[in-house]
């Protein structure tokens, strides 16, 4: 079954397109890589499938739904682009950040349970967060951080995950770390949709990329043949690490 | 110990400790969504309801409760279609707000409500019909905030995912404008209009110094707000100054301690 549909889906700013008639599908159990170089609408495409922005045209699909009238938002798990970094001084604990997860798709008026309690520490336990619970979220780590964030999302055991960019700003041996845990949650089932300029994390993890130039779609299929038809075609990625195929 | 015992005294109390609660907790979530300066702003359309509640005839705690909310309300739309601009559209309506007042005071030839004491607070003038208003309206404000705790905290630390999370993000952030709204016309008898933000940012600012979470951070403004209130009654009692500014002095020597303390 198709997780995700893009049907002639485009956007634009008003002075030209930032992609257009982008027509896709995604299905269960991928792991997406959206590439490609600064400003072609990466977080813009994840944006448009979290229901976060709306297209200019054409229309994004949630498990057949159109995303304007999906509402099962407890399937979906969502890490924006830095959002530690944005909040560093926010008065808000590891356990509390964990917790707000369990609020997906649930509605205004879900009273915490026991199993709301479990799931967060089950969580907790998972990520290796435990110890840090009570610690502020702005003094964790870059890592520690993106950690929290990826429990969060994953608290109400989502099928679908949709990363902005989440090795961000933190060092190779907590990249190295993140992505292992994105490629185990792959392994047990989850669909993943990650924005990245890590090519060579999402070689090594990713199993489709999604790669973006200035005029729309320009690749979709098998990683490995993404990255070489990037590597033929000199796509520009800017300043990302070396291509992990040369 | 007449303090405690006289009715006006007792009903003075009675508005201090309810805004003592209320101002932080609302002012928690408009502090960390960096619209510290709302409270204010809001003051001055509560100060054209009261003067328009006077000229018009009505109760005044209850024709502020009525123009903040209205104001609020209309300002959240504004301000979401004009986002690179909220705080300009905030200012044009705080001013209009203002320049109502004034009119409204202008028109009002009948006297009746003391200019001074809306600006600065009439704690120790307080009607028992002001203060069941206080009162009902207060609870109101404390119940919607702890049935939606969890939502608001999520809308406030991250309206982004709180948005893919599925919650209705406009609603909430609509509602916390009315909260917002009716805790600064319940809160003007106390501080008068002029100080009214200070105490929904003061105990809060105190909070965020020695604490690390966000339930830390609103019952430590809470507590912050209630020894506030408390000594500054006291002192303005046996001082013979004036309630409303001696309860927010209080609060800031409380901040510069907490900063001292935070910074040894």
Same mark, same amino acid.
């Given at each position: 079954?198709?997780?995700?549909?893009?049907?002639?889906?485009?956007?634009?700013?008003?002075?030209?397109?930032?992609?257009?008639?982008?027509?896709?599908?995604?299905?269960?159990?991928?792991?997406?890589?959206?590439?490609?170089?600064?400003?072609?609408?990466?977080?813009?495409?994840?944006?448009?499938?979290?229901?976060?922005?709306? /297209?200019?045209?054409?229309?994004?699909?949630?498990?057949?739904?159109?995303?304007?009238?999906?509402?099962?938002?407890?399937?979906?798990?969502?890490?924006?682009?830095?959002?530690?970094?944005?909040?560093?001084?926010?008065?808000?604990?590891?356990?509390?950040?964990?917790?707000?997860?369990?609020?997906?798709?649930?509605?205004?008026?879900?009273?915490?349970?026991?199993?709301?309690?479990?799931?967060?520490?089950?969580?907790?336990?998972?990520?290796?967060?435990?110890?840090?619970?009570?610690?502020?979220?702005?003094?964790?780590? #870059?890592?520690?951080?993106?950690?929290?964030?990826?429990?969060?999302?994953?608290?109400?055991?989502?099928?679908?995950?949709?990363?902005?960019? /989440?090795?961000?700003?933190?060092?190779?041996?907590a990249k190295e770390?993140?992505?292992?845990?994105?490629?185990?949650?792959?392994?047990?089932?989850?669909?993943?949709?990650?924005?990245?300029?890590?090519?060579?994390?999402?070689?090594?993890?990713?199993?489709?990329?999604?790669?973006?130039?200035?005029?729309?779609?320009?690749?979709?299929?098998?990683?490995?043949?993404?990255?070489?038809?990037?590597?033929?075609?000199?796509?520009? $990625?800017?300043?990302? /690490?070396?291509?992990?195929?040369? | 110990?007449?303090?405690?015992?006289?009715?006006?005294?007792?009903?003075?109390?009675?508005?201090?400790?309810?805004?003592?609660?209320?101002?932080?907790?609302?002012?928690?979530?408009?502090?960390?969504?960096?619209?510290?300066?709302? #409270?204010?702003?809001?003051?001055?359309?509560?100060?054209?309801?009261?003067?328009?509640?006077?000229?018009?005839?009505?109760?005044?705690?209850?024709?502020?409760?009525?123009?903040?909310?209205?104001?609020?309300?209309?300002?959240?739309?504004?301000?979401?279609?004009?986002?690179?601009?909220?705080?300009?559209?905030?200012?044009?309506?705080?001013?209009?707000?203002?320049?109502?007042?004034?009119?409204?005071?202008?028109?009002?030839?009948?006297?009746?409500?003391s200019l001074s004491?809306?600006?600065?607070?009439?704690?120790?003038?307080?009607? /028992?019909?002001?203060?069941?208003?206080?009162?009902?309206?207060?609870?109101?404000?404390?119940?919607?905030?702890?049935?939606?705790?969890?939502?608001?905290?999520?809308?406030?630390?991250?309206?982004?995912?709180?948005?893919?999370? #599925?919650?209705?993000?406009?609603?909430?952030?609509?509602?916390?404008s009315v909260l917002?709204?009716?805790?600064?016309?319940?809160?003007?008898?106390?501080?008068?209009?002029?100080?009214?933000?200070?105490?929904?940012?003061?105990?809060?600012?105190?909070?965020?110094?020695?604490?690390?979470?966000?339930?830390?951070?609103?019952?430590?403004?809470?507590?912050?707000?209630?020894?506030?209130?408390?000594?500054?009654?006291?002192?303005?009692?046996?001082?013979?100054?004036?309630?409303?500014?001696?309860?927010?002095?209080?609060?800031?020597?409380? $901040?510069?301690?907490?900063?001292? $303390?935070?910074?040894?």
């Amino acid at each position: 079954m198709d997780i995700i549909t893009l049907k002639e889906l485009g956007f634009t700013y008003g002075d030209g397109w930032l992609f257009r008639h982008l027509s896709l599908a995604i299905g269960q159990g991928d792991f997406v890589a959206v590439i490609g170089a600064n400003g072609v609408g990466k977080s813009t495409l994840l944006r448009i499938i979290a229901h976060i922005m709306a /297209p200019s045209e054409g229309t994004a699909y949630l498990y057949g739904t159109p995303v304007d009238r999906f509402r099962d938002w407890g399937r979906v798990g969502y890490v924006p682009q830095n959002p530690a970094r944005r909040q560093r001084t926010f008065p808000i604990t590891v356990r509390e950040v964990v917790q707000l997860g369990r609020l997906d798709g649930r509605g205004l008026c879900h009273r915490f349970n026991d199993g709301d309690r479990a799931a967060v520490e089950a969580m907790l336990q998972r990520f290796r967060l435990t110890d840090l619970q009570q610690r502020k979220i702005g003094a964790l780590s #870059g890592g520690q951080q993106q950690r929290v964030f990826l429990a969060r999302a994953m608290v109400n055991d989502p099928e679908l995950l949709l990363l902005d960019e /989440p090795a961000t700003g933190i060092d190779s041996d907590a990249k190295e770390d993140l992505y292992g845990l994105l490629g185990e949650l792959n392994r047990q089932g989850k669909t993943i949709v990650m924005v990245s300029h890590d090519l060579e994390m999402a070689a090594k993890y990713a199993k489709t990329s999604l790669c973006l130039d200035d005029g729309g779609l320009c690749f979709f299929g098998d990683i490995r043949a993404g990255l070489h038809h990037r590597h033929k075609h000199g796509y520009f $990625f800017g300043g990302g /690490p070396a291509d992990p195929l040369i | 110990m007449e303090i405690f015992t006289l009715d006006f005294m007792q009903r003075a109390w009675l508005a201090g400790l309810v805004m003592a609660v209320l101002c932080p907790v609302i002012g928690c979530f408009i502090v960390l969504r960096r619209q510290s300066m709302i #409270g204010d702003g809001l003051g001055h359309i509560a100060f054209a309801g009261v003067a328009g509640g006077v000229f018009m005839g009505f109760q005044p705690v209850l024709a502020a409760a009525v123009a903040t909310v209205a104001g609020s309300v209309i300002i959240e739309k504004v301000r979401t279609r004009m986002h690179d601009f909220a705080d300009m559209v905030l200012a044009i309506f705080f001013y209009a707000g203002m320049a109502l007042a004034v009119i409204f005071t202008s028109l009002n030839h009948s006297g009746g409500v003391s200019l001074s004491g809306i600006l600065f607070g009439s704690l120790m003038t307080i009607s /028992p019909v002001d203060l069941y208003i206080v009162g009902i309206l207060g609870l109101f404000v404390i119940a919607f905030v702890v049935l939606l705790y969890r939502p608001l905290q999520y809308l406030t630390f991250d309206e982004v995912s709180a948005r893919v999370a #599925g919650l209705p993000v406009e609603s909430l952030n609509l509602w916390l404008s009315v909260l917002t709204a009716l805790t600064v016309a319940l809160s003007m008898r106390v501080v008068g209009i002029l100080l009214v933000g200070a105490m929904m940012v003061v105990p809060v600012g105190c909070a965020l110094l020695v604490s690390r979470s966000f339930s830390g951070t609103i019952l430590g403004g809470i507590a912050f707000g209630l020894l506030s209130v408390v000594a500054g009654m006291l002192l303005s009692y046996y001082a013979s100054l004036a309630p409303g500014g001696t309860i927010v002095l209080t609060g800031v020597a409380c $901040f510069v301690l907490c900063l001292l $303390f935070r910074n040894r």
